[in-house]
């Protein structure tokens, strides 16, 4: 009795043996070198599509956004209406360290939040009075917050960033 036992239990365990083997081998030449390849391929996926968003970044530059005609007009009625007096007596620097560096950095090319590299754009200062005053995509409008000379003066500022 105890024999019979003993031989069914071998020769299930020659069985389980022999399939285990069987999984094993299958797994480690077959689909283990092809796992193993899916994942070089992948691998060199990401590398490949990081290194091209590398370059990509490197080479941003803005294009001219058309940006509204309407505001453009309203942006001319600031610009004139603001005397260069009127900027002589505020301090852009402090102005746009209260109301800008928090997104665009202290030298305008943080780009926190998106914001725009003020360093290479290549905005007309109708078009950075326009885009202050009414703000554009996840900026902010500045109507009601500034004054409209703090605006224009602000708008002057920035451009310094360029050089
Ligand atoms: C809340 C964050 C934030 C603040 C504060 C902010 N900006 Fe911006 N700014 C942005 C973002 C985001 C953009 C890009 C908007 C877009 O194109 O969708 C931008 C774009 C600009 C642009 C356009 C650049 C281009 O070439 O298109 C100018 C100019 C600018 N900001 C100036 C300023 C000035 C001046 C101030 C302060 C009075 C200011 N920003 C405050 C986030 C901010």
Known sequence: M????NSQAITMMIG??????F?????STDSGTQKKQTIRDEVEEVVGSTS??????????????????EKIAKAKEIIASV????IAQLDALKLFRKNCAICH??????KINGAK????????MEERVANIYFG?????PFKGVMTEAEIVATAKYIQGFRE
């Open 16 to 21: 389980l043996c022999a399939l285990l083997t």
């Open 105 to 110: 950095g202290r030298k305008g090319n943080m």
């Open 52 to 69: 091209t968003a590398i370059a990509k970044e490197e080479e941003i530059v803005y294009e001219e956004k058309s940006v509204d005609p």
């Open 23 to 27: 999984i094993a081998c299958v797994g």
């Open 117 to 124: 590299d003020l360093t290479i754009s290549k905005l007309t």
């Open 83 to 86: 005397s260069d007096e009127d």
């Open 2 to 5: 105890s024999i019979k036992l």
């Open 136 to 140: 554009q995509g996840l900026m902010t």
